[in-house]
């Protein structure tokens, strides 16, 4: 398995260094980061924007199937659906949590829920990877 580490400088020069993610837990079924919520990431109002919950979220599905890929290949997302529950204000961190729940050869499906400093759920995204030749 990728260790944390190593993940983490594969993500730094690409989108979700970004916008600053930071893995925590790197696990087959469990991928857990964490990410300031800056002005640059928001909206109007200080509150972390619709699109950096997705991204963010997408980002976790992603790595999670990394994690799980047999060699030779790789990944993309095919389908992804978003729930907007609460805000996340400016200056905070929200932490994610993304959950297996379908690891299979073609495809894997990905739930991730994302929280505000307060713990509330701000977001539940579930997303679809295609599994494909490298």
Known sequence: MIAIEEMQQMLEPLFPGLMGLRLVTLEPDKVVAEMQVRPDLCTAGGILHGGAYMAFADTLGAVGTV???PAGKRTTTTDSSTK???GAKVG????GESLALHRGRTTMVWQT???NAEGRL???VTQTQLVIEG
């Open 67 to 69: 994690l799980n890929l």
């Open 84 to 86: 907007f529950i609460a």
């Open 113 to 115: 829920s994302i929280r």
């Open 122 to 124: 701000c977001a539940l």
């Open 92 to 95: 905070s961190t929200v932490t």
